[in-house]
């Protein structure tokens, strides 16, 4: 699984662009990519959007900046060296939708199928199993990224929001939530609720991804 998170300009793939992808593959958690890159000329910028990912109208135009041919090419690349390529995420089908949208801009293969993993299906599910009570906002699901960090006994994401620590993050919470156990050294300080471990075999464990 890739793990990806982008920060984008708004929120229409047609309209706005992606200014920044962080990703990591799952199953080598030291395979992580991350890069800037410089707006599409032309694209809608929404200020609200700038003040969820810190990025200034300045920097997100700066033609030194690599663009975004470049950097959706060289996510592209990267991803090719994964054994497994499903992208998963918190609403991953946001991240996919911007991420096929550039590849089509500059008619770049496409070559991720159109099944994902979604962080919060994985929450809601183990929460239902754990017996707790998914929270609900005006009918529907109010299971937020944050929420689920400080479920899985990880901190709320730091803001702004950074797409590299929002990769790390997700996949921290993947492996708690489906494999018990932490991912990454760095939230390795940060202990799991109790009940999270698993009670199969790690070669089990293994098998589920």
Known sequence: MIVVDVETTGTDPDRHSIVSI???????????????????????????????????????????????EKAIAEFIAWCKDAGERTLGGHNTSFDRDFL???????????HFGHRILDLHSFAWMHMVRAGVTPPTRGGRSGLSSDAILVYTGLPEEPKPHQGMVGAKMEAEAFCRLSLGRSLLDEFKHHPMPGGFELSTSSSNQQALF
Request: hydrophobic share 40%; proline share 5%; aromatic share 12%.
């Open 100 to 110: 096929q949208a550039s590849a089509d801009r500059y008619n770049l293969a496409w």
């Open 22 to 68: 962080g990703a990591i593959e799952f199953e080598h958690p030291e395979r992580q990519f991350y890069r800037e890159c410089r707006a599409w000329d032309g694209a809608q910028v929404e200020e609200e959007a700038l003040a969820v990912n810190g990025f200034s109208l300045t920097h997100i135009t700066d033609p030194a900046l690599p663009s975004l």
